[in-house]
C-alpha cells in the first residue's frame, strides 16, 4: 500500500470546512460547492501548504480569480 499525495489549488475561504468541518460563514450554495467538489476529488484533504496562498486568477474549483492556497489530498492506493 502506498500514499499518493494530490495538491488542489482552492479557494482560501474553503479551509474551515475542508480541514475542520467548519461552514461557519460560508453560504449553503458554496457548503455544496465544497462537498461537490470533495465527492469528485482524489482522495481526502489532510493539509494546506500556507506557502502557496496568495490571488491567482484560477483554481482547480471554478474559473473564478481569488485568495487560494494549494490544499493536500491523500488517497491510499493497495
Excluded at 453560504?27 to 493539509?47: I, L, M, T, W, Y
Aim: net charge negative; proline share 3%.
Amino acid at each position: 500500500m502506498n500514499i499518493e499525495i494530490i495538491r488542489y489549488r482552492l479557494p482560501i475561504y474553503w479551509i474551515g470546512a475542508l480541514i475542520n468541518g467548519d461552514y461557519t460563514g460560508i453560504s449553503n450554495e458554496e457548503a455544496q460547492e465544497v462537498d461537490d467538489f470533495v465527492k469528485h476529488a482524489d482522495g481526502c484533504p489532510v493539509g494546506v501548504d500556507w506557502g502557496t496562498e496568495g490571488f491567482y486568477s484560477y483554481n482547480d474549483a471554478n474559473a473564478i480569480g481569488g485568495t487560494c492556497v494549494d490544499v493536500i489530498f491523500s488517497k491510499y492506493n493497495q
